[in-house]
C-alpha cells in the first residue's frame, strides 16, 4: 500500500476524531487519489490492527515528523455532522470530561457510525399511472391496480397490510403501471381545543418574546419553565407554539420521556401535524437514520424523540421542547453520561430559538433556573376542561392490622369507590410477589450470591430474582442455614398487592402494569386500551403507571406505601419521591369525576410529606431546595461522581485515591463504598465532588491524573449525577 503513498511533504493531513477512548482525535494522511473530506464527514481509517469510521474534524493540520497512516476511504461527500452539532460535540467533550470521537460516536444514529449510505428512502406511496391496465389473468396486479384506482394513492404499509405483496408492487412499478408519489400533505388535521386564559398566555408569551414575529423566520433564545399541574393542558401550550414554528417554515423538536412514546402521544402530535416524525429506540438503526435524515433535509416538521433525538440534524429547528423535564430517563447513565434537558438548553441558546421546559414537578435544577431568572417561569395552574384536582388522605399504617400491606380504611375507601363504578389505581415502587424471603427460624435472608442485595421473590413461576443483575434462582424448600422449612416472603411486590386485591374483591379485574407484565409500548398500550374501556377495574403497577398518562375513570390513588423512597441515602431521594407522588396522584379524575389520593404511611408526621401535601409540589420544593442550599448540594453546588468498580474492592478504592490525590480545589467526598456496594461481583467505590463554581469543579476535573488501570478496572466521570447510588 505504501507505494500508492505520494510524497509525504506533498500529503494533506487531516484531523480524525476516533470512537475510542483517552485520544480526542488522530492524524492521517490524504491519499492523492481521494477527494479532501469536508469537516463533519465520515472517513474509513486504520486503527490499532483494525479499521475504524471516525469523523474528520480538521483539514488544514500541519505535517507532523512522524511517519502517519493514510485514510481508506472518505465516506460522506458532504459533512454528515453539520456545524453547530460539530460544535456540539465539543462543547460535550469539554463539559463531560469525554473524548471527542465517542461524543460524536454519540450523536450519530447508530447506522451512520456503522457507515450506512446518507441516501433517504422513496417515498413508500403509491399512485396508479395506468388507468387503462387489464391484464385479468395477473390477478394479484388486477387486484393491487382495483385497490389503487378505488382509493387513490396510498401507502405501501397499507397495502400490505390489506393483503397485497411488495413483490407485486415491485412488478407493477417496473412496468410502470404505478409509481411513487409524495405523501399528501392536506390530510383531516385537527384544530384542537381552544386554549383556556392561562394557556392563551403562556402561548403568546413565548410567541411574542421568542419567535419574533409569526411568519419571520427568526428568533431568540429563550427558556420556559412551563409549570403546570397534570392535565392542566401543557400539551396544549406546546401544539400551538409548534403550529406558530411550522407555519414560519421551520421545525420543532419534541422530547419525551422513554416511557411516554407511546402511540396515544404520537397520535396526538399526528392528529395536529402532517409530517410527524418519531424517534426512540423501538425502531430499526436504519429507521433511526432515515428519520434523522429526513429532518435534515426539512421533510419532517415535528420530530417527537426520547433522550438520544436531542441530536438530531434538523434544517432549521424554531423551537424544542422537554416534556417532563424532571425525568430520570433524560440522563444517560452510562458510557457518555449526558442530559438531554440540559443539552436541549445549550443547542437552543446556540441555534437562537426558544426552549419549553414542562412539567407538573419541576426538577429542583429548573426551578433554581427560574429563581436566578435564566428561566422565564409560567404556570397553569387549573385543569384544561374543567377538571378539578384530587383531595389527599393519610392513612397512619402505626398499630394497623395490614392485609397484604393494605389497611382496614384503605380497603373501605377502595370499596367505596368501587361502589360507584369507579376505577382505582394502586401504586407500588416495587416489581414482584414480595422483595425478602426470610427464614422464621434463624433469620437467614436470600441473598443474590453476585451483589450485596436481596433476592427478589417473584411468581407465576416462582423464582427468586436479582433487580440488579438478574441472576435468576429456584426458591429454596427449605433455609440454606438452619435448613428447616421455614421460609416465608416479607414485604410487599406488585405481584402480591394483585392477589391481595383479587381476594379483597374478586368480582373486580385487576390489571396489574409492571416491567414483568409489560414490556413493550404496544403492550402497554394495549393494556391502557382495555382498561380506558373497560369499566369498573383496579390498575396496581410501578412507575410505569405514572407517566402522562390518562386515565379518565380512575376517581381513587392509592400510595400503598410512602416511606420506602424518603428512606433512601440519595439525596436526591425526597424530590425524587415527591415528584412520583404528585405525578402518580396527576392521574386521578382528570375527567368529569373528582379524584381522592390515599397515601399509607408509617411515619404520617415525616415534615417532608407533610409539606408536600399540605403545601403541594411548589411548597415542598421550595423547602427542599433550602436544604440543598444549606447541605451544599446541587443545584446550589456543582457536583461530578467519579466511580469505579472492580472484582477486587482494593483495586476500586486504590484507584480512586490516588484521583483524589490529583483534584485541587474543590471538596471530595470519599472514596466511599456505594449505598449499593457490590453488583455482578464487581466492588462499587466513589468519590463525590461538590464545588460551589461549576468552573472550579470543572477546571480541577482538568487537572485530574487517573494512574493507569489495569483491565478489570472500570471507571466514569459522572458530571451532574442524577443519583449518588
Ligand atoms: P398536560 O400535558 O398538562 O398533562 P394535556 O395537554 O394532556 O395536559 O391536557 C389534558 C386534557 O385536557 C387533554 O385531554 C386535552 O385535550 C384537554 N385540554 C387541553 N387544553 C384544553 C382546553 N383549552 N380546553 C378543553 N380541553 C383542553
Ligand atoms: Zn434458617
Ligand atoms: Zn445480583
Redesign the pocket.
Known amino acids: 500500500m505504501s507505494d500508492a503513498i505520494p510524497q509525504a511533504d506533498q500529503n494533506h493531513v487531516i484531523q480524525v476524531a476516533v470512537p475510542r477512548p483517552l485520544h480526542a482525535v488522530y492524524d492521517y494522511t490524504m491519499p492523492a487519489d481521494m477527494p479532501l473530506p469536508a469537516v463533519g464527514a465520515r472517513v474509513r481509517v486504520p486503527f490499532g490492527r483494525t479499521e475504524t469510521i471516525g469523523i474528520c474534524t480538521n483539514t488544514d493540520v500541519a505535517q507532523p515528523h512522524t511517519k502517519l497512516k493514510s485514510v481508506l476511504a472518505v465516506i460522506d461527500e458532504q459533512a454528515i455532522v453539520a456545524t453547530e452539532l460539530l460544535e456540539l460535540a465539543h462543547w460535550m467533550t469539554t463539559y463531560y470530561h469525554h473524548p471527542l470521537g465517542e461524543v460524536l460516536a454519540t450523536i450519530l444514529p447508530a447506522a451512520a457510525r456503522k457507515g450506512a449510505s446518507t441516501t433517504i428512502d422513496p417515498y413508500d406511496f403509491w399512485q396508479l399511472d395506468q388507468q387503462d391496465f387489464n391484464k385479468p389473468r395477473a390477478k394479484a396486479q388486477m387486484s393491487l391496480v382495483t385497490t389503487l384506482r378505488e382509493n387513490g394513492p396510498t401507502s405501501g404499509t397499507t397495502l400490505v397490510a390489506t393483503g397485497h405483496t411488495r413483490a407485486t408492487l415491485r412488478k407493477l412499478a417496473e412496468t410502470e403501471v404505478v409509481s411513487r408519489t409524495r405523501p399528501p400533505l392536506d390530510q383531516d388535521l385537527e384544530a ?5 386564559v392561562e ?1 392563551q398566555t403562556a402561548i403568546q408569551k413565548i410567541l411574542a418574546e421568542s419567535l419574533v414575529e409569526s411568519g419571520q423566520s427568526s428568533s431568540i433564545y429563550a427558556a420556559y419553565l412551563l409549570d ?9 401550550v406546546y401544539l400551538r407554539v409548534i403550529a406558530a414554528v411550522i407555519a414560519a417554515g421551520r421545525q420543532a423538536l419534541v422530547l419525551v420521556p422513554e416511557i411516554a412514546l407511546t402511540p396515544q402521544t404520537v397520535g396526538r402530535f399526528e392528529r395536529r401535524f402532517a409530517r410527524v416524525g418519531v424517534f426512540h429506540s423501538g425502531l430499526t438503526d436504519h429507521e433511526r437514520l432515515q428519520t434523522w435524515l429526513k429532518c435534515g433535509t426539512g421533510e419532517i416538521d415535528v420530530l417527537v424523540g426520547t433522550r438520544s433525538a436531542v441530536f438530531t440534524s434538523f434544517r432549521d429547528l424554531g423551537v424544542i421542547i422537554v ?1 417532563e423535564e424532571h425525568d430520570s430517563s433524560y440522563k444517560q447513565q452510562d458510557g457518555l453520561r449526558y442530559s438531554a434537558r440540559d443539552i436541549a438548553a445549550k443547542r437552543a441558546h446556540a441555534l437562537k430559538v426558544p426552549v419549553i421546559f ?1 412539567t ?1 414537578t419541576p426538577s429542583l435544577e429548573s426551578l433554581h433556573n427560574a429563581q436566578r431568572q435564566r428561566y422565564e417561569h409560567l404556570h ?1 395552574t387549573e ?3 374543567g ?1 378539578q384536582l384530587p383531595t389527599y388522605h393519610l392513612i397512619d399504617l402505626r398499630g394497623q392490622i395490614l392485609t397484604d400491606g393494605m389497611s382496614p380504611p384503605l380497603q373501605h375507601v377502595i370499596r367505596r369507590h368501587l361502589e360507584q363504578s369507579s376505577q382505582v389505581l394502586v401504586f407500588l415502587n416495587r416489581r414482584g410477589f414480595a422483595p425478602t424471603l426470610l427464614c422464621a427460624s434463624c433469620g437467614w435472608q436470600a441473598m443474590c450470591p453476585h451483589c450485596d442485595a436481596r433476592l427478589t421473590l417473584h411468581q407465576a413461576p416462582p423464582k427468586l430474582i436479582c433487580h440488579h443483575c438478574s441472576t435468576v434462582l429456584e426458591v429454596a424448600k427449605s433455609c440454606e442455614q438452619c435448613h428447616q422449612h421455614s421460609l416465608m416472603p416479607v414485604g410487599l411486590g406488585t405481584q402480591r398487592t394483585e392477589a391481595g386485591l383479587k381476594a379483597l374483591f374478586p368480582e373486580i379485574p385487576v390489571h396489574r402494569i409492571d416491567r414483568d407484565t409489560t414490556r413493550t409500548t404496544r403492550a402497554l398500550e394495549a393494556q391502557f386500551e382495555r382498561i380506558n374501556h373497560g369499566g369498573q377495574c383496579i390498575l396496581v403497577g410501578t412507575q410505569m403507571l405514572a407517566k ?1 398518562h ?1 386515565f379518565p375513570d380512575v376517581t381513587l390513588v392509592v400510595i400503598l406505601n410512602a416511606d420506602a423512597g424518603f428512606l433512601s441515602p440519595d439525596f436526591r431521594a425526597p424530590e425524587r419521591t415527591a415528584q412520583l407522588i404528585v405525578q402518580v396522584a ?1 392521574r386521578a379524575g ?1 375527567a368529569q369525576k373528582p379524584g381522592e389520593v390515599w397515601i399509607q404511611s408509617y411515619q404520617p408526621d415525616n415534615p417532608t410529606l407533610r409539606t408536600l401535601i399540605e403545601q403541594g409540589y411548589g411548597g415542598f420544593a421550595e423547602h427542599e431546595l433550602k436544604v440543598r442550599q444549606t447541605v451544599g448540594m446541587p443545584p446550589e453546588y456543582a457536583m461530578a461522581m467519579l466511580r469505579a468498580d472492580a472484582f477486587d474492592a482494593r483495586d476500586a478504592q486504590a484507584f480512586l485515591e490516588q484521583c483524589k490525590a490529583s483534584l485541587r480545589g474543590i471538596e471530595v467526598m470519599g472514596p466511599v463504598a456505594a449505598p449499593l456496594a457490590r453488583i455482578a461481583n464487581r466492588s462499587r467505590y466513589q468519590l463525590m465532588l461538590l464545588s460551589p463554581q461549576r468552573a472550579t469543579l470543572h477546571a480541577a476535573l482538568r487537572g485530574l491524573n487517573p494512574p493507569k488501570a489495569n483491565r478489570a478496572l472500570r471507571w466514569s466521570i459522572d458530571i451532574d449525577p442524577y443519583d449518588s447510588l
Open positions: 384542537g381545543p381552544e386554549p383556556n394557556q403546570g399541574i397534570t392535565g392542566s393542558g401543557k400539551t396544549e416534556d414542562g407538573a397553569l385543569r384544561a376542561g377538571a402522562g390518562h396527576g382528570r
